[in-house]
């Protein structure tokens, strides 16, 4: 590790545990660096829970990052709005990995990754940062400070999700009891089970592998939306299942 991205990563958990935001201490020289930064703050905190992967086009190279030690939380969630920067919530698609895949060299075929998939879950993903000033930074700082995730709400859970028509899913935000996102599709790669093969991927060739237990979440269909402390927070994907949190 250089001394760059020691640096980085000492700087990150300080935040982290100080509840401090830092300025991005330097550049990003490449996507390596980030990854780096990932794996540092990662190895500090305990085994990764799980990754957060996402697309902005079916098509798009998707952005991948760690779900560190204690990001999964079950629905009804409660967080302390008081001591977070900001509250972001994005409703998702997740997926939990029922096997162990290893790291290895070779590619793993998308058969092969899905194989590993258990049942799919509504999950809603809570988002701060630890950047200061953080929609002037980089977008790659935003990755290594693992996208700003804070925790992956796990709600229900989703059996038949092989048979289901991606773009044709009724997604549903509903705030304080009121209804602020209902709509049709949403989300960027459209299908989530392409970002969710590529992760496993990623995963095994890149970051050490994917372990029994873990969860993915594909990226938002509600987009980054922000609210103030006291906030009552439900996603739906209507007639798949729901999932809840307040802060």
Not at 155 to 178: A, F, H, M, N, T
């Amino acid at each position: 590790m250089t001394p760059d991205i020691s640096h980085a990563v000492r700087a990150l958990l300080a935040a982290r545990r100080s509840g401090t935001q830092i300025a991005p201490p330097f550049a990003l020289p490449d996507r390596e660096a980030v990854y780096a930064i990932q794996d540092g703050v990662a190895a500090a905190t305990g085994p990764v829970a799980g990754w957060k992967v996402g697309a902005r086009t079916p098509t798009a190279e998707p952005n991948p990052a760690p779900l560190l030690a204690g990001a999964l939380v079950g629905s009804p969630a409660a967080f302390d709005g008081k001591a977070m920067h900001m509250i972001g919530v994005e409703i998702e698609i997740s997926f939990h990995i029922v096997r162990d895949i290893a790291a290895r060299s070779e590619p793993v075929a998308r058969e092969e990754a899905l194989a590993a998939v258990g049942d799919a879950f509504v999950g809603m993903e809570v988002v701060d940062t630890r950047l200061a000033d953080f929609q002037k930074a980089d977008p790659e700082w935003l990755l290594a400070d693992n996208q700003m995730n804070q925790a992956l709400v796990i709600g229900d859970g989703i059996r038949e999700w092989r048979s289901l028509d991606w773009p044709r899913l009724q997604v549903r935000l509903l705030i304080d009891g009121k209804v602020e996102v209902d709509q049709t599709g949403g989300l960027g790669a459209v299908d989530p089970v392409r970002p969710l093969a590529w992760m496993i991927d990623h995963a095994v060739r890149r970051r050490g592998g994917i372990r029994k237990g873990q969860a993915i979440t594909t990226g938002s269909w509600t987009g980054l939306r922000y609210y103030p402390p006291g906030t009552r927070a439900r996603g739906e994907f209507v007639g798949l299942g729901a999932v809840e949190a307040r802060f």
